[in-house]
């Protein structure tokens, strides 16, 4: 079983749209949480970052992390064909020296 | 202020063959990280440097692979010999010890073993 799970997609919403996405993870010593975004033949770019639990929200996107359920989510509000993406979600430990553990990503395509 | 830096950014060699990448990181940046991107693995950790010295190389594969950091702005990664298997994204991210969990990434070199 990997560290961290990410349902790979491809998910496809219509412009507006509100979008989820989530990731599992089974080390409980993970304290940071991060969600990076991909555009094609790019590289990853960060979203989105959180330390322990709770929600962060910045414009159109929240973060939320569940630390007793092992499970993190991404919503984006309002979605834009611009929002189309692979979105990667990121764990790392306390002292860890800034080593992450990706999931997989998920591909989304936001449709006009 | 330019980003991390990646050569090149096409590579398609044939089984056998070395292959060298090479990774310009922020200038002042004290950490760097080679990652290796798939389909069906995702992003996985091949190594990553503090201050030019290898701390983690478990994610190395096997010894057809190494990187070296010289100096502060400069990292490779070679394959020798390359495999099919191979073939993948490589991206080379850098950060400081201020930014946990932020990593700068290049573009990425995709590179082609036939």
């Known amino acids: 079983q990997k560290e961290v799970e990410q349902d790979p997609g491809p998910l496809s919403v219509p412009e507006g749209a509100i979008v989820s996405l989530n990731c599992t993870y089974s080390?409980?010593?993970?304290?940071?949480f991060m969600w990076y975004r991909q555009y094609s033949r790019k590289g990853p770019e960060l979203l989105m970052y959180t330390y322990s639990s709770g929600n962060k929200e910045d414009g159109r996107f929240t973060a939320q992390v569940d630390k007793s359920s092992k499970y993190i989510s991404l919503f984006i509000r309002d979605s834009q064909p611009s929002d189309s993406a692979t979105y990667l979600c990121a764990m790392a430990i306390t002292g860890g020296g800034n080593k992450l553990t990706f999931g997989t990503g998920t591909q989304l395509k936001v449709e006009l | 202020d330019a980003g991390v830096i990646q050569s090149p950014r096409h590579e398609v060699t044939e089984m056998g063959q070395e292959v060298t990448l090479r990774c310009k990181p922020i200038?002042?940046?004290?950490?760097l990280f080679w990652y290796r991107q798939t389909m069906m693995r995702g992003l996985e950790l091949l190594i990553y440097?503090?201050?030019?010295?290898?701390?983690?190389d478990s994610g190395m594969p096997e010894d057809r692979f190494s990187a070296k950091m010289p100096n502060a702005s400069f990292s490779t990664l070679k394959i020798q010999p390359s495999e099919p298997r191979d073939s993948a994204v490589y991206f080379c991210a850098s950060t400081t010890a201020g930014r946990t969990g932020e990593l700068f990434f290049g573009e990425g070199s995709r590179l082609t073993v036939l």
């Open positions: 440097f503090n201050n030019n010295v290898p701390i983690d």
């Open positions: 080390n409980s010593a993970f304290q940071y």
């Open positions: 200038s002042g940046h004290d950490y």
